[in-house]
Antibody, heavy 117, light 111 residues
Framework: VQVQESGPGLVKPSETLSLTCAVSGGSISRYYWSWIRQPAGKGLEWFGRIYASGSTDYNPSLKSRVTMSVDTSKNQLSLKLKSVTAADTAVYYC????????????WGQGTPVTVSS | QSVLTQPPSVSGVPGQRVTISCTGSGSNIGAGYDVHWYQQFPGTAPKLLIYDNNNRPSGIPDRFSGSKSGTSASLAITGLQAEDEADYYCQSFDSSLIAWVFGGGTKLTVL
């Protein structure tokens, strides 16, 4: 299974960030899919996860700003993060879990996002 | 401040055994949730190294091992190699935060 994230690269403060994760080489229905971000030089933060059915679990600390969706016909996932600030500047990863319990065993290469006017 | 605490850095010489600790609390590791470990090289995505405390995914050398006790977990690397120089992260679930959480990461330097 290969995973490829894509996004705008640059987003203005207060706007909504939209990212897409394309899954190939396997069915998106087989796994849970999470979004995880990493600010430069810092650690990892879990946003939330979505299953093929559309059911979601969000990180409560981000829940008010996050929306995740899945399009099984396109084998794609989407993340929307509203009201972004400079603190949302990071590399955003799409990762799957479910094959090895809740460990994230498949990761995309990540897409960098900068929030700046 | 990460929920799971790791030392910022560790170092060792080739052939040596090094360990990286991951200290949590009663709402995560101490509550019985599994710990997973990742290896990350600069500019690349994390790679799963250990899952469910002490299991290796296929393709991971047996030089890497994990353990868990109480509110802490450890990653051990034996026969240290120059190619092991990377950042290492632990991960578990926190029932108070209702979220998967990561340690702050440990930079391993091979001297």
């Amino acid at each position: 299974v290969q995973v490829q994230e894509s996004g705008p690269g640059l987003v203005k403060p207060s706007e909504t960030l939209s990212l897409t994760c394309a899954v190939s080489g396997g069915s998106i229905s087989r796994y849970y899919w999470s979004w995880i971000r990493q600010p430069a030089g810092k650690g990892l933060e879990w946003f939330g996860r979505i299953y093929a059915s559309g059911s979601t679990d969000y990180n409560p600390s981000l829940k008010s700003r996050v929306t995740m969706s899945v399009d099984t016909s396109k084998n794609q996932l989407s993340l929307k993060l509203k009201s972004v600030t400079a603190a949302d500047t990071a590399v955003y990863y799409c990762a799957s879990s479910g094959f090895y319990g809740d460990a994230f065993d498949i990761w995309g290469q990540g897409t960098p996002v900068t929030v700046s006017s | 401040q990460s929920v799971l605490t790791q030392p910022p850095s560790v170092s060792g010489v080739p052939g040596q055994r090094v360990t990286i600790s991951c200290t949590g609390s009663g709402s995560n590791i101490g509550a019985g949730y599994d710990v997973h470990w990742y290896q990350q090289f600069p500019g690349t995505a994390p790679k799963l190294l250990i899952y469910d405390n002490n299991n290796r995914p296929s393709g991971i050398p047996d030089r890497f091992s994990g353990s868990k006790s109480g509110t802490s977990a450890s990653l051990a690397i034996t026969g240290l190699q120059a190619e092991d120089e990377a950042d290492y992260y632990c991960q578990s679930f926190d029932s108070s935060l209702i979220a998967w959480v990561f340690g702050g990461g440990t930079k391993l330097t091979v001297l």
